[in-house]
């Protein structure tokens, strides 16, 4: 019963680190403004990610793989725009 | 021994995003160039990270706990960087 309350505040941290980083996702699709963060470091951030992911799941914790899958495919949507954004205005 | 190579995986993770954040950190102590990331959206990865903070206490994940202590601190410059560059500007 306890595990399901500490997994529980894995939870609502996955929730609140992962929820905050969709508005800069939104921001960068539409293209009007620059989140003035370089894509080399989406790249690594991405990497980073990657490998919290694969933790998460060497360690079988739902709260880390649950943040890292979504955190995972909103890097991969920003790289995606910020690309495609980048070839517009080029 | 397994769960060293484990733990080495999430320092890992942990390195990379957290490193991720400090160019961002100085981009915005520098004060020259907006984020494009709003106040309201820092204090909300700020109790998210506190969140995984606890969590890997709980847990008692090194790696966790590393990631989470760094990026706390980051997130706390960021606030007080961002407040006082638009107090600033005000």
Known sequence: MFDYYIEGIGVIAAI????????????IYKGGISDGVSLTMYFV??????????????????AIILANTV????????????????????
Chains 1, 2 share one sequence.
């Open 16 to 27: 609140l680190t992962t929820s905050a980083f969709v508005p800069q996702a939104y921001k």
């Open 45 to 62: 951030m991405l990497i980073g990610v990657a490998f919290w992911l694969v933790y998460g799941i060497l360690i079988n914790k739902f």
């Open 71 to 90: 955190t995972l495919v909103l890097q991969i949507l920003i790289i995606y725009f910020k690309l495609n954004h980048r070839n517009k205005t080029e």
